[in-house]
């Protein structure tokens, strides 16, 4: 069973809008990672945060952190119709632990903008 | 530079079957991942792979194995497939198994799309 959730599950804004999903999890971490995939394709890393980091931009994306309330924000800034795709968070857990790299994946929030 | 690559792309198998994925690694990383995505789901870890040595473990049963060669290629084998099986089946390759810095994100493949009839 997945660890993290993401809602919306879908999201559809119009180009130019910004797209804001969010992910919750449930366990200790090391970071927390955004992923996009195009039509079940493979995935595509677009951002990593640490646990002792609260914020970090990339480009249009923003992402937040807050491992108080084990949650996490991605804001992509004036969309464009070729961010259609889904997004996952994926969190890393800490260090120490038997698990080596496994990333932890959420259900997805499939998001379509509209031209 | 080559990505990550996988083989085949599609694939459709029968009950009770058993099938073979490949995955070649970005050169130079020596640690490979196996995830499952079935449709509409987030990818779940099945394995890891590092030196040819098994590094962690998901929760999947006995008929999923996998291995990883001299050359840091990997396979991932699933035995009596069942239809709960059909998936797509991501690799992912990364430096090496641990840690938490971007020198160290897992690069993926375009997946193998298994379907089991």
């Known amino acids: 069973s997945q660890q993290g959730e993401e809602d919306p599950q879908a999201l559809s804004i119009q180009e130019g809008e910004n797209a804001t999903m969010n992910c919750s999890y449930k366990?200790?971490?090391?970071?927390l990672q955004w992923y996009r995939q195009n039509s079940g394709r493979g995935l595509v890393h677009l951002i990593l945060?640490?646990?002792?980091?609260r914020e970090k931009h990339s480009g249009r994306l923003r992402v937040t952190l807050d491992t108080s309330k084990k949650s996490s924000s991605l804001l992509i800034t004036a969309s464009r119709a070729a961010d259609t795709a889904s997004y996952f968070c994926?969190?890393?857990?800490?260090?120490?632990?038997?698990?080596?790299?496994?990333?932890?994946f959420g259900e997805g929030t499939q998001l379509t903008v509209n031209p | 530079d080559a990505g990550v690559t996988q083989s085949p792309t599609h694939l459709i198998k029968t009950r009770g079957q058993q099938v073979t994925l490949r995955c070649s690694p970005i050169?130079?990383?020596?640690?490979v991942s196996w995830y499952q995505q079935v449709l509409g789901q987030g990818p779940q870890f099945i394995f890891q792979?590092?030196?040819?040595?098994?590094?962690g473990r998901g929760n999947f049963p006995d008929r999923f194995s996998a291995r990883q060669f001299p050359n840091y290629s990997s396979e991932l084998n699933v035995n009596a497939l069942l239809l709960g099986d059909s998936a797509l089946y991501l690799c992912?390759?990364?430096?090496?198994?641990?840690?938490?810095?971007?020198?160290?994100?897992?690069?993926f493949g375009p997946g193998t799309r298994l379907t089991v009839l």
């Open positions: 994926a969190t890393r857990p800490l260090r120490g632990e038997t698990s080596g790299s496994r990333l932890t």
């Open positions: 945060i640490r646990s002792n980091e």
């Open positions: 366990t200790s971490i090391n970071n």
């Open positions: 992912a390759s990364s430096l090496s198994p641990t840690g938490g810095t971007p020198y160290n994100e897992q690069f």
């Open positions: 792979y590092y030196e040819k040595e098994e590094r």
């Open positions: 050169s130079g990383h020596k640690s």
